[in-house]
């Protein structure tokens, strides 16, 4: 030990470790036997005469980087990482929920205050088609602080979702549907507000209503919209923010006068001519260069890379609710004119068929992403070097979808069938407390599980 | 044996370092057993430091040819004391061997009656 720089090998390790486990990807077993090699390599290095931090550098360096570790072994074994990309994109569904169910009175409120103010039916229109966008901002700032920053909360979170899952899941039930039962009397309450400040709450003539309605039209229409154009953009975002690999970019080894005896030692030890100049240039100078092999996946670069799972999977259960859900709900509509036990059975199905129909979309999907992982990582890769284009391109598949909804209700489906009885909509409200709260849990709980045991204890390296 | 030169020692391109991962696994196993670390070793010593692997890469191709059933592996204890994991050579794996060897054979020789060279034994 020629170099008495204060340079700790196990908590260097330990650090290399954890950042490959944060970014998932890997089994206990696998980091076991990567630090294993890490470890024999760093062993031989520092026999040859490098310091522990120089071996350190040299064998992370031979290694790859995590990122490209982490890439190559989620390939490897799809169904882990997947897991982990379902867990978030269920994430995505319930958190888009909460924030929906909490920001619920706000549209109400905008509009009210703004045909008080007596504002021209478009500028209202804009005020309706705008309140759902800067709202998600908020909220995305506000869960990232949260999750970002306070990490050990997150951990806390997920720890007790899998020791005690349906003690968390009721609770997480109960919370959000007192949530869904609260916000109206906030509505109600605000309401009143307004009409003791303002006056009477004000009824929009038939003109302004007509243009109103318009604007919500193509509200619905675009916000789904956003959602799906928002995956590879954010996808792209993240990828940019990523920080080159250290691996494999080639280095300037721009040899001093003095050097080129050590490094051809360096060499007949083993070492590239790379490896040395790495070496030479880091002894001549200040350490700068062995900073970027560490913590080289940061927080903020993982957490945007779950932000774009948990949008990916808001803007997919949308596009499920339309293909699948939607018509699904036409047999509660089919039997509204007909006896009550009728009535009950066609809700019943409708209620039933829905998920069971998406459920096996799911299943579908799985398993050809399962099965063939590069495909699915092109599209992977198109999306991140091609987020606006990827972006157009699920924004037309989607638009397809619903003009082809649209059609279908608006020229298959005969008018009389369309609208539910009194039987059939309490059915369709159980069916969405259903696909909206129960399922989301339900699963969300059943993928930390998995996903945990497939990561089985990660014990603590030494 | 130090090397003098200077420059650089023209590697393998990445894909045919992909295309011969799978059967320089398999020959250096069927020498018998190793673990990842050694195996490595062995390759950049054999190929005289020309073929370089991103080493980790080497293990989820590992992992994948033990689930083709193609090795098997083992976990046991090192003379260092830690746990290491053991590859060896199935039965399987000796017979694909065999396929891959007589591909690149027959690759080297067209290559070889191509370009006209005297095939050197070493």
Known sequence: ?462 | MPSSVMYRVPMLSKELVAASTVPLVLSVLAQGENYGYALIQRVRELSGGRIEWTEGMLYPVLHWMEKEKLIEAEWREAETGRRRKYYRLRKEGRAALGTEREQWLTVHQTLTNLWKIQPHST
């Not at chain 1, 039962?181 to 038939?206: C, E, I, Y």
């Not at chain 1, 069971?356 to 299943?363: D, E, F, K, S, Y």
Request: net charge positive; hydrophobic share 50%.
């Open chain 1, 1 to 462: 030990m020629e170099n008495p720089a204060p340079f700790d090998l196990n908590h260097a390790l330990q650090q290399w470790r954890a950042s490959l486990q944060n970014l998932g990807g890997f089994s206990a077993d696998e980091l076991e036997e990567l630090e294993g090699h890490l470890r024999e390599s760093i062993s031989v290095l520092h026999a040859r005469g490098l310091s522990a931090q120089e071996a350190f550098t040299i064998a992370t360096r031979r290694l790859g980087s995590e990122r490209q570790l982490s890439d190559e072994f989620a390939k490897a074994n799809p169904q882990r990482i997947w897991t982990e990309r379902a867990m978030w994109m269920v994430v995505g569904v319930l958190v888009a929920y909460m924030v929906r169910v909490v920001f619920a009175p706000f549209p109400n409120t905008i509009t009210m205050s703004a045909l008080q103010l007596g504002l021209n039916g478009h500028l209202v229109g804009a005020s309706v088609f705008l309140d759902g966008w800067f709202l998600w901002p908020v909220a995305a700032a506000i869960s990232y602080w949260i999750f970002g920053r306070h990490s050990s909360w997150r951990d806390r979170v997920v720890e007790a979702a899998i020791r005690s899952p349906v003690l968390i899941g009721v609770g997480l039930f109960l919370g959000l549907v007192y949530l869904q039962h609260l916000m109206p009397d906030v509505d109600r309450l605000v309401s009143q507000k307004l009409h003791v400040v303002g006056g009477l709450t004000v009824a929009p003539n038939p003109k302004t209503l007509a243009i109103l309605n318009s604007w919500c039209f193509w509200k619905n229409f675009l916000a789904p919209l956003f959602w799906i154009a928002a995956g590879p953009l954010l996808a792209g975002y993240a990828w940019r923010n990523r920080q080159k690999p250290v691996s494999g970019s080639p280095i300037s080894y721009d040899m001093q006068p003095g050097e080129q005896e050590a490094a051809r030692v360096f060499e007949s030890q083993g070492l590239s001519l790379e490896e040395a100049g790495l070496v030479l240039k880091w002894r001549r100078g200040p350490q700068e260069l062995v900073a970027p092999s560490l913590g080289l996946a940061t927080n903020r670069s993982i957490w945007l890379e779950r932000a774009v799972w948990m949008v990916t999977g808001v803007a997919f259960s949308d596009c499920l609710a339309r293909l699948v859900l939607e018509p699904a709900s036409l047999v509660a509509a089919a039997t509204r004119a007909t006896a009550p036990l009728l009535q009950h059975l066609g809700g019943l199905v409708s209620v039933c068929l829905g998920p069971a129909l998406a459920g096996a979309v799911i299943a579908a999907l799985w398993s050809w992403i399962t099965r063939h992982p590069r495909q699915s990582a092109s599209f992977g890769r198109v999306c991140r070097l091609r987020p606006i284009l990827a972006a157009i391109a699920l924004g037309v598949v989607f638009a397809g979808i619903e003009c082809g909804q649209y059609a279908f209700f608006r020229y298959v489906v005969a008018p009389s069938n369309r609208g539910f009885g009194d039987i059939g909509y309490q059915w369709l409200v159980y069916g969405a407390e259903l696909t909206q709260l129960i399922i989301p849990i339900a699963l969300l709980l059943w993928l930390a599980r998995r996903w945990r045991g497939m990561q089985t204890n990660p014990a603590p390296c030494r």
